[in-house]
Nanobody
Framework: QVQLVESGGGLVQAGESLRLSCAAS????????MGWFRQAPGQEREFVAT????????DYARSVKGRFTISRDNAKNTVYLQMNSLKPEDTAVYYC?????????WGKGTLVTVSS
């Protein structure tokens, strides 16, 4: 079993920054990727960013490319999402996910609110 715990959400003004963290615990020996998705009110969950655990390659949604940076700390089994130049449309619950042994795990989410 794997547990994912997100932290770092909050209320910020447009243009400010936040850093989200997601720590994985449990049976993490076969971690393949970790990433972030988000879900705004009334909308479907959408992809934000992902990082491959082994080589560190990354991928981003077009809407956040150049503003958000995903990174990892292998020793801590933790993934981070540095969010800069935040916009009101970035307001959402941000969910961490991990792919491990062919199974997708999800955290419970952390709320990010960006005021204009």
């Amino acid at each position: 079993q794997v547990q994912l715990v997100e932290s770092g959400g909050g209320l910020v003004q447009a243009g400010e920054s936040l850093r989200l963290s997601c720590a994985a615990s449990g049976r993490t020996f076969d971690l393949y990727t970790m990433g972030w998705f988000r879900q705004a009110p009334g909308q479907e969950r959408e992809f934000v960013a992902t990082i491959r655990w082994g080589g560190g390659s990354t991928d981003y949604a077009r809407s956040v490319k150049g503003r958000f940076t995903i990174s990892r700390d292998n020793a801590k089994n933790t993934v981070y999402l540095q969010m800069n130049s935040l916009k009101p449309e970035d307001t959402a619950v941000y969910y961490c996910n991990a792919v491990m042994s062919g199974i997708i795990y999800w955290g419970k989410g952390t709320l990010v609110t960006v005021s204009s």
